[in-house]
């Protein structure tokens, strides 16, 4: 089974330049965006713990997830080569500063080519909020069942336990969506 997802993933990831894929699907159109957002929450897994996965930065910073220390997050799974992945990055970025720390919003890139994909993806968009966190072994793909379809995204309660999960691209700009992420810091929308 691992091989076959390593095939699989590195059939996807083509190693277009991230700047290729961003063209396919602009974040600043709202025709493309709104089609591309059709992701839903599903509460089924409710109550899962967090994989014990360890994602690094392209400097070596390492983060466990497992061990957050009681605070609520929000784990996306997203590719430079995944055309929804890109439309909503820009929208998790603008989210994260709007929660002013409530809920952390960790982005997990699953390229299998690291920080040389990660990298110039995160400098071109100029991230006010989001880090770059990469996965190049693809251990949370492995953690979700062998065939995570991206971008995944799951909210985890200060416990580390889900609250839902969204599979496919959200519209995190949206009252709905932050009201949702809240839930796991027991607040409402900040102001």
Same mark, same amino acid.
């Given at each position: 089974m691992a091989?076959? &997802?390593?095939?699989? #993933? +590195? $059939?996807?990831?083509?190693?277009a330049e991230p700047d290729t894929q961003a063209a396919s699907t602009p974040a600043g159109s709202s025709g493309a965006q709104d089609a591309t957002l059709?992701?839903? &929450?599903?509460?089924? #897994? +409710? $109550?899962?713990?967090?994989?014990e996965v360890t994602v690094r930065q392209?400097?070596?910073?390492?983060?466990?997830?497992?061990?957050?220390?009681?605070q609520p997050f929000l784990l996306n799974l997203w590719a430079t080569w995944c055309a929804p992945c890109v439309v909503e990055m820009p929208l998790l970025d603008d989210m994260a500063g709007d929660l002013g720390g409530k809920v952390r919003v960790v982005t997990v890139s699953?390229?299998?080519?690291?920080a040389?994909?990660?990298?110039?993806?995160?400098?071109?968009?100029k991230f006010a909020a989001l880090e770059p966190w990469m996965d190049p072994d693809?251990?949370?793909?492995?953690?979700?069942?062998?065939g995570a379809v991206l971008p995944l995204t799951i909210l985890y309660d200060g416990a580390g336990k889900e609250v839902w999960r969204v599979i496919g691209a959200y519209d995190w700009s949206s009252a709905e969506a932050h009201e949702a992420v809240l839930e796991a810091a027991?607040?409402?929308?900040?102001?």
């Open positions: 091989l076959g &997802l390593t095939v699989l #993933l +590195a $059939g996807c990831d083509t190693g059709t992701g839903t &929450l599903d509460r089924s #897994l +409710a $109550g899962d713990e967090v994989p392209p400097d070596g910073t390492e983060l466990a997830l497992n061990e957050m220390d009681g699953e390229d299998l080519r690291g040389d994909a990660v990298k110039p993806f995160f400098a071109d968009h693809n251990a949370l793909a492995f953690a979700y069942g062998g027991g607040t409402s929308r900040p102001d």
